[in-house]
């Protein structure tokens, strides 16, 4: 048996630690654990067992074994799977971070271990209790100490899978150390010693009892816990117990009734926030959107509302598809055979297909060939909440064998999840970034929808990209992995170049469907000929109307969110930014009779940290009142068009109208049911949604980033500008789209306006390896900075990359 194991901790130091286990622990590779690290109790995993003791230096024991080996009874197999922790150990080497909190990313089951903190009287505060029973109680506070300190406290068991607290453990006290407690104690005041006596008589039965529960009962504070813990008449345990309890949720659902009585705006409000959303929404949707909870209970004493309990787990939701059953086409036919030939091996693949081309159905009917053969399949999705319609498809598809993991979920609802998969219940998991860590077992098919979408790379440590991990996953599970796009990223398509993945083009719509038509419009020339700086063009309002006229529906990117995205000050050219940050800050202006949307009024907003103030009316800086307003974000957008076209449905999507996820649902489906027949919206307007009666685009200010200091610029515009141009004509009737910029000569937006993936990518110099590399050293030493900066010309020298191509700068700190 080993003795001792090497265990990841989630901090920052890139090594692992070696703990030392105690009789009767039996933590295997993969297992979750409780160690002591300085002085804290940290969740790390196992990642080896050895027999050996480290010779330097001297081991702590692990605390607690969270996941026991089973035996033979479990099928489960351990916590992490290998695959998993070879992928941990891959993504830790090669994104250069510690493994402790590559694993801690993994695993989301830190809910689970719920640090409860309970207190248990010990021996000794059963001795103090006994005498103070028969004696007065504050003498016997005062003496009581000496003879019960002789027995050592015994580590009892628990019903709960417990830690205990060093104070406890650490044995009889030394001579000196208890007369040192009894001198204390003779001065501790009457009032606290009461409550120490209520405290152990409170505990007396044995039975540990939760912090809150004893507070509340003997009104004692944590310093007076702390004391008795101290002088160990009690101790303190932390539950690290499992949840296993199936969560419900409350929905509020709507009584229909003809006749209402009369009601006061706050019920009225609930009431038609509820008919609105189909008549039901959870309780916590309500009161996310600042909806009383008293009120909604007079609702249900009224009998217009009653609250119903459902169990929250499976509940997938999604908009219901309208779409007549199809059967696929033959590129549809031909991906799918590509595909599920492959199943049970190692293969990855690039999807490219054109907007509308079907790729959803593929992924569909792939995962279904995959459930066939017994194999799982997971599908990384952007934002879940950004396509219902996908959720809705997968729900009919699949059902309960759906698993759901995004960053909406509660860490309760997450680990709940995660339990599902890895007990094999839910084979199909959908997802965004880390559902890619999902422990599904018999792992045959990773879909990466959408896999040029930043979403997928997370900012923080680990900064992996979840579609590169996602091949990573594959690849260790032997599974088959596709990413797929209409604008595959640079890096998937020369992947694709090279054969490390296998290409299948869809080039054709569905039903024969054509790609819209897209226009350009010179903005530079639009200002010289209207002597006006607008923000819509005379093409795109001709386009909007007559698309309104038609009956048909139009849909305008403006990409910023807000009002005017900065705020100067004329007379002395302050910005107004950020406290924070620095940056400037957008002003907010939402339309007046914004019913839809809990009302706001104006603000000054950063986008980067939330810090929000009100707008003033004067300069904070020179006192002048002539601030102006600069650049168009979606809220003006809207007021423009309004004005434009009174007579239009207008309908606004960007981050400040779609907070929750049944925002966006009800958006779309007004949106379905053509109840909106003009959208203005950020970059959110062109992921994925597929609505059938849009035939005009309409993209404004998308082409800004050009000007961006960013290697990804050309990239994101032509992505965003197919993208949003691939949701016209998407029904029967054929779309167009009016592209409004300033560069109508940069290969991007041509590519673009050609609906030509390829001549874009031959154009950018970065698939060439033409790169611009920017590093910056930092050194406290001179000499060392000087030396490496040396060796690095040498380097480049011998590389024979010319001198003119290198740019070095030394900033000093200190010169000499
Ligand atoms: P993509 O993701 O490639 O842009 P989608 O997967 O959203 O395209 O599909 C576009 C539309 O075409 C959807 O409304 C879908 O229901 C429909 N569709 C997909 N395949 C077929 C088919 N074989 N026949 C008819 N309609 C189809
Ligand atoms: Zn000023
Ligand atoms: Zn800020």
């Avoid at 690039?350 to 009917?365: D, E, M, N, Q, R």
């Avoid at 197919?722 to 998407?730: E, K, L, M, P």
């Amino acid at each position: 048996m080993s003795a001792y194991c090497e265990v990841a901790l989630p901090v920052p130091l890139d090594r692992t630690f070696t703990y030392a286990i105690r009789d009767g622990q039996n933590p295997r590779r993969g297992a979750r654990v409780i160690a002591p690290f300085r002085n804290e109790k940290l969740i790390g995993i196992v990642m080896r067992l050895s027999a050996k003791a480290p010779t330097d230096f001297e081991v702590k024991y692990l605390e607690a074994v969270l996941d026991q080996d089973q035996g033979q009874d479990s099928h489960e197999g351990p916590l992490l799977s290998e695959g998993l922790l070879t992928l941990a150990e891959w993504m830790a080497q090669y994104y250069l971070a510690p493994l402790g909190e590559v694993l801690r990313g993994m695993l989301p089951l830190m809910a689970e271990v719920r640090r409860t903190v309970y207190y248990r009287i010990t021996d000794l505060g059963r001795d103090v209790l006994a005498r103070t029973v028969e004696n007065e109680p504050q003498e016997e506070f005062a003496s009581g100490v000496e003879q019960a300190a002789e027995k050592p406290s015994p580590l009892t068991g628990s019903i709960f899978s417990l830690y205990i607290d060093k104070s406890e453990s650490a044995g009889p006290l030394a001579p000196e150390r208890r007369s040192h407690l009894i001198e204390r104690e003779g001065k501790v005041p009457q009032e606290q010693r009461e409550l120490q006596h209520r405290v152990l008589s409170r505990l007396a039965s044995g039975e540990p009892i939760k912090v809150s529960t004893l507070r509340t009962a003997t009104g004692a504070t944590l310093p007076v816990l702390a004391a008795m813990i101290r002088k160990k008449w009690i101790a303190r345990e932390t539950a690290a117990a499992e949840r296993d309890a199936r969560r419900t949720e409350r929905f509020a659902v709507l009584i229909p009734e003809t006749r209402l009585p009369a009601l006061t705006q706050n019920q009225q409000a609930i009431l038609a926030e509820l008919a609105a959303c189909g008549g039901e929404l959870p309780v916590a949707e309500l009161r996310r959107k600042d909806l009383s909870s008293s009120t909604l209970r007079t609702l249900v004493r009224h009998g217009l509302v009653r609250i119903d309990e459902r169990p929250t787990a499976f509940r997938l939701g999604g908009i219901e598809s309208t779409a007549e059953p199809f059967r696929l086409n033959e590129p549809q036919t031909e991906a799918l055979a590509s595909l599920a030939s492959s199943l049970g091996t190692f293969k990855p693949f690039l999807l490219h297909g054109i907007t509308g081309s079907g790729k959803t159905a593929v992924y569909l009917a792939a995962m279904q060939r995959a459930l066939d053969r017994g194999l799982a399949s997971i599908l990384l999705v952007p934002e879940i909440g950004l396509t219902p319609q996908t959720a809705g498809l997968l729900d009919a598809a699949f059902g309960t064998k759906v698993a759901l993991l995004h960053s909406a979920l509660t860490p309760e609802e997450r680990s709940e999840q995660w339990r599902r998969i890895r007990r094999g219940e839910a084979p199909i998991v959908v997802g965004t970034r880390s559902a890619i860590f999902a422990p599904v077992p018999n792992l045959g098919l990773v879909l990466v929808d959408e896999e040029h979408d930043q979403s997928y790379k997370q900012e923080e440590t680990p900064r992996y990209n979840a579609r590169d991990v996602a091949v990573m996953r594959a690849k260790f599970a032997g599974a088959v992995v596709v990413l797929g796009s209409a604008t595959p990223s640079l890096e998937s398509w020369h992947n694709s170049v090279q054969k490390k993945y296998t290409r299948i083009d869809m080039r054709e719509r569905v039903m024969n469907r054509t790609l819209p038509e897209i226009e350009l419009i010179d903005m530079r020339r639009e200002f010289q000929e209207t002597a006006k700086e607008q923000l819509f063009s005379r093409a795109l309002i001709t386009e909007t109307q007559a698309a309104l006229d038609r009956g048909e529906q139009a849909l305008i990117l403006l990409n910023r969110r807000g009002y005017s995205f900065a705020i100067l000050c004329r007379a002395c050219g302050a910005k107004l930014e950020c406290q924070n940050c620095a940056i400037a800050l957008t002003h907010h202006k939402p339309p007046a009779e914004q019913a839809d949307i809990a009302r706001e009024g104006q603000r000054l907003e950063c986008h980067y940290c939330g810090f929000r103030r009100t707008v003033p009316a004067r300069c904070p800086q020179c006192d002048s009142e002539h601030m102006y307003y600069l650049g168009a974000g979606s809220e003006q957008g809207e007021e423009r068009l309004a004005e434009i076209f009174p007579s239009a449905r207008i309908g606004r999507m960007d981050r400040d109208t779609v907070r929750g996820r049944y925002d966006l649902e009800r958006l779309l489906a007004r949106l379905h049911s053509g109840e909106i027949n003009l959208l203005v919206g950020t970059q959110m307007i062109a992921k994925g949604h597929d609505i059938h009666g849009i035939t005009l685009v309409g993209v404004v200010g998308c082409d800004h980033a050009l000007s961006m200091p960013d290697f990804r610029a050309a990239e994101r515009v032509f992505q965003l500008m197919t993208q949003v141009s691939g949701r016209a004509g998407r029904g029967e009737l054929p779309g167009r789209v009016v592209v409004q910029t300033y560069y109508p000569d940069h290969y991007a937006i041509l590519a673009a306006s050609k609906h030509d993936y390829t001549s874009f990518v031959e154009r950018e110099a970065r698939i060439k390896g033409i790169y611009r590399f920017h590093l910056i050293l930092k050194a406290t030493s001179r000499k060392a900075l000087n030396d490496a900066l040396r060796g690095m010309l040498a380097h480049a020298d011998e590389a024979g990359v010319p001198r003119r191509n290198l740019i070095v700068d030394v900033d000093a700190q200190r010169l000499m």
